[in-house]
């Protein structure tokens, strides 16, 4: 399968930044699209910001202005630029890829997470 590691998460004052980083490895053939997701109320997850493989960027309003979402499509790697950060963004932030991994005799396509990184803004 395909894994993802995540880093960069940590503490930080109200009006830091932090950047985080996912790394996605295994039998990759390609990537459709990474992107970061936060816990929400509910166990829930909710779209923080996404890149699609041809570049396309949606974020959510939110964090719209503040956050900036890239990719190194070489190393299968997502970054998400954190600034002017608030305490309502302190949660759980998790990776997320879709695409297509290396099967037996062909293709598959995978969705996977990753671990979750703690990201702690102070007041």
């Known amino acids: 399968q395909v894994q993802l590691v995540e880093s960069g998460g940590g503490l930080v004052q109200a009006g830091g930044s932090l950047r985080l980083s996912c790394a996605a490895s295994?039998?990759?053939?390609?990537?459709?699209?990474m992107g970061w997701y936060r816990q929400a109320p509910e166990n829930q997850r909710e779209l923080v910001a996404t890149?699609?493989?041809?570049?396309?960027?949606d974020y959510a309003d939110s964090v719209k202005g503040r956050f900036t979402i890239s990719r190194d499509n070489a190393k299968n790697t997502v970054f998400l630029q954190m600034n002017s950060l608030k305490p309502e963004d302190t949660t759980v932030y998790y990776c997320?890829?879709?695409?297509?991994?290396?099967?037996?005799?062909?293709?598959?396509?995978?969705?996977?997470w990753g671990q979750g990184t703690q990201v702690t803004v102070s007041s």
């Open positions: 295994g039998s990759i053939f390609s990537i459709d699209a």
């Open positions: 890149v699609t493989s041809g570049g396309s960027t």
């Open positions: 997320h890829a879709r695409g297509r991994r290396k099967s037996w005799g062909g293709f598959a396509d995978f969705a996977s």
